[in-house]
């Protein structure tokens, strides 16, 4: 057994003694178990404020001919939602929401009785009528994700106010819960509380994190809901836009509730303690400017009241009508004339999907909870195009482009008009701070992230209906643009230095995609210009990681042109792009860079960029120049530099500034760019390095030429070792004394520390490479050349197939002839995504940290709520076979899935990057989560093609335009800290 867990008997045992030995209790659980369903759920994609999530929850059938099952309403959600329900047999179907409250926290799902063959399908009965303080319930649900759990206790109180989760949650309101102890846990939201009878008193809905108390939701609207769906009757739902709460009498006096209407209010309801007070008026809805604040209420339509569900039943009868209220206010009595509104008009039941983002009209929820008024367009997801970065979600668009966008529909014509890769103010109100318009300048992405559509809701099918909404507009042509730089202020610098602050440029990246083990996102950062007759920029790969991106280089913080990838060293921690000069108009300027070595103690000038963006300037000189290599991240494996030769230099404006160079002072010539790594936690602020221009002279110059870079290298982890550690290791007494002899200065020799896996299909064996080095191997010459420094042993090996090598192996001097490795074929070209897990071939830094590839098919990353996410198909999985069928790389895998029907379950194979055999199931979820992929154009630089499957056929979607299955590129899973709160959903 597993540790927690207790054998049959003793559970058995711990069941009758929860039960307290009833026979009586013990028959009625024995019939309620029958009716308890365990929802596994999906809610699909971010809405309101709640993001896509994977979870499971209880529910429990409450009509069995129709195939009905109440739960929570925060398990059903208010956006797209997939779940099935697995029955206390195990049988299992699939459920599809058929209503959700808009405000209480219930919902009904619907399924078909006819899937469960097994076992009788049972319902149970509703009575909100029997609850009662002291009396003995169970909550039999799905208590801590375990498939059932009996829980006990009593009903303590039928008057607390609706729990409050915090103020980017949903909570219920305007309605009293019942309280009780009984210690749930997550998974039993949706739990039926029963009496001793067997009828269900109240629905399982949240609980306090600092204690036992839980509370209970009463089930009379609910219980009117369903009366309803079985009459095939509307769910009427009607508000005046006031949020109520159940007061005390000792407050309502302190509010100014007079001694004659707390005396007639006492007699009419003896055993009730307080009146509902006004807690939050939403400006511009139908009570504002009449109830205000601190209102009691005293009579609805001449009928006194003091509770929410005589207050519920007169308002959704009286949907679009008038109602007549009496309120006390400072002890004087107002009648008000108020139209009831619509409750399921102001709740969203569609949302647009553009650029990555998902939009919809602002829901009362959100609304109630910041008390402002019911309108306005709510940003629900922002992702690139609609991006907030690090400022806080709850946006309302207020105008795209100077156009206003009051509601959904403005925003829809308003986005038909602008072009794909456009540029465009878009302002904006921050629902927690509605004083402060901000104006953003978003790039609408239009290629990378599926068609512009609406999804609106059909309660008929539980789906979410897509309606394509156009065609992108072709990008407009980019005109040449004018721009001067900002000179530097320094008259103890020379004009040759001087003039380099127009090398700077700003390089900003977005990546819609996690692929390689990199975020998705947008990074900026400073590059350096190299060429500026090609517009070639060297800039950190922690800018600009892989090709599938979008890249804009701003030249003098003024003009902002499209930039491409030409290259990507794999090892040395830099890309260079490109931009076209013929549409600057600015006097930019190329660093002139040094083929010579940097050594220590040169005197240099150091040029960086400060976080305001100004380039700022220090006499220095190099302290140290050393070999660097970022250590390997196994959450997940990602790009990382190795061996690269970095200098330093002795100025504290170095580690204040991103990106920079070193500058002989007379000469103006760099010597070194200073550039920003991404460690191994995947950050980039912490890791900074000198790489040595001359590391950089041969690669641009084959570009100037038009030739193909020349960047071979040997394609394993090295690290150095001092001369009294070669002498351990085995180097011999004469070699050291010649390293001493002809190295004044750097006296370290390179080992291997680790050989890379050969890609997929590859053999392992030395034997069929030629000669390789293995593991322990001391490098003593390459070409008969001693190397004790990282540039050496780069430029030996940059341009050679093989290189003649000796090292020391098992303390013996060898000679061998090692091969080199190329850049062909390193870069992922190609990506798939299927039920939301981004595939893609094993990229290079997973073959650097581990010793086989057990296929062809790597897990890059998973989108949030989809199937992936809920079956469990982790990152850093190596997928092997679908039903049985053997998945050695991406053809073989797409040749497999495509051809599985939608709703129907995928047997899959996979391996960990622990070498862990594991076995799993996960059902095709095609409405959501098409497949489609992203393969690069080898004959464009920069373009890549995108693919969608049709029938099981491949078929090619032009960016811009829409078509079927053209699955949007949603958000995938990233690290979430919740907030602490005094309550939770559970």
Known sequence: MDEGEVDDDTAEAIVTTVLGDSVEWQRTIERVVKSVVSIRFAQVTAFDWESALISEATGFVVDAVRGLIMTNRHVVGAGPFTGTAVFDNHEECDVFPLYRDPVHDFGILRFDPKSIRHMPVVSLELRPDLARVGLEIRVV???????????????????????????????????????????????????????????????????????STDYFLPLHRGLRALRCIQNDEPITRGTIQVQWLLRPYDECRRLGLSPEIESQMREAFPDHIGLLVAFVVLPEGPSYGMVEEGDALIKVNDMYLSNFVKLDKILDASV???????????????????????????????????????????????????????????????????????????????????????????????????????????????????????????????????????????????????????????????????????????????????KLVRSFVRVTCTVPLVIDGFPNGEVSGEGIVVDAENGFIVVARCIVPYDLCDIVITIADSIMVPGKVVFLHPTQGYAIVSYDPSLVDAPVVAAVLSSELSQRGAAVTFMGTCATSSVLAVRTYVVDVTAVSVRASMEPPRYRTTLLESATVDSMLSQQCGCGIFVNADTGIVSALWLRLMDERGRSSSCQVGLPSSMLVGIL????????????????????????????????????????????????????????????????????????????????????????????????????????????????????????????????????????????????????????????????????????????????????????????????????????????????????????????????????????????DTTQIGVWRRFVYKDGQRVERVPGTNGEAAAPIRAVTEPVIEPAAESVNT
């Open 320 to 498: 679009n009508e008038t109602v007549n209220i009496v309120i006390e206010r400072r002890g004087k009595l107002m009648n008000f004339t108020i139209k009831v509104g619509d409750l399921h008009a102001i709740t969203p039941d569609r949302y647009v999907e553009i650029g990555g983002s998902i939009l919809h009209n602002l829901s009362y929820q959100a609304a109630r909870l910041y008390c402002v008024p019911v309108k306005g367009v709510f940003v629900a997801q922002d992702s690139r195009s609609f991006a907030v970065g690090r400022e806080k979600k709850g946006f309302i668009l207020e105008s795209i482009n100077d156009e206003p966008t009051p509601d959904l529909d403005a925003f829809v014509k308003v986005m038909q008009t602008i072009r794909d890769d456009q540029w465009v103010v878009c302002s904006r109100r921050n629902i927690e701070d509605m004083h402060t318009v901000s104006t953003v300048v978003v790039r609408v992405d239009r290629h990378w992230t599926g068609p512009f559509q609406m999804a609106v809701r059909n309660d008929k099918t539980g789906l979410w209906d897509f309606t394509d909404l156009g065609t992108a507009l072709p990008p407009k042509p980019i005109e040449r643009q004018s721009a001067l730089f900002e000179d530097m202020v320094d008259d103890s610098m020379n004009d040759s230095v001087k």
């Open 141 to 211: 649900g799905n208590d801590a994700g375990e498939k059932l759990s009996i829980l006990a206790g009593f009903i303590s109180r039928l008057d607390r106010n609706a729990p409050e989760y915090g103020l980017q949650s949903y909570s219920d309101f305007n309605t009293e819960y019942i309280q009780a102890a009984a210690s749930a846990s997550g998974g039993s939201s949706g739990s039926p509380v029963v009496n001793i009878d067997g009828y269900a008193v109240a629905l399982q809905a949240g609980g306090a994190t600092h204690a």
């Open 701 to 936: 110059g084959e570009l100037q030429r038009g030739e193909k870079p020349s960047a071979r290298f040997l394609d394993m982890d090295f690290g150095a070792a001092r001369m009294d550690q070669a002498r351990i290791r085995g180097v011999p007494e004469d070699w050291i004394r010649r390293i001493e002899r002809e190295n004044k200065e750097y006296r370290k020799l390179f080992y291997v520390k680790k050989v890379v896996c050969p890609p997929v299909g590859e053999s392992t064996d030395s034997s069929s490479c030629g000669d390789a080095l293995q593991t322990g191997d001391v490098i003593l010459s390459v070409d008969e050349n001693i190397v004790t420094r990282a540039s050496e042993l780069y430029e030996l090996v940059r341009t050679k197939e093989i290189v003649k090598m000796e090292i020391v192996r098992q303390r013996k001097v060898l000679t061998l002839n090692v091969p080199t490795a190329g850049t062909d074929g390193l870069e992922t070209d190609r990506v798939v995504v299927w039920c939301g897990a981004v595939l893609q071939r094993p990229h290079h830094a997973v073959r650097q940290q581990i010793s086989k590839l057990h296929s062809g098919v790597y897990v890059s990353a998973r989108q949030r709520g989809s199937p992936a996410a809920q079956y469990g198909i982790e990152g850093t999985y190596f997928i092997t076979h679908v039903n049985g069928q053997a998945t050695p790389d991406l053809d073989a895998f797409v040749q497999a899935v495509t051809a599985i029907p939608d709703r129907t379950y995928v047997m899959l194979r996979a391996v960990t990057f622990d070498d862990a055999p594991c076995a799993c199931s996960i059902r095709l979820d095609l409405h959501y989560f098409p497949t489609f992929e992203l393969v690069k």
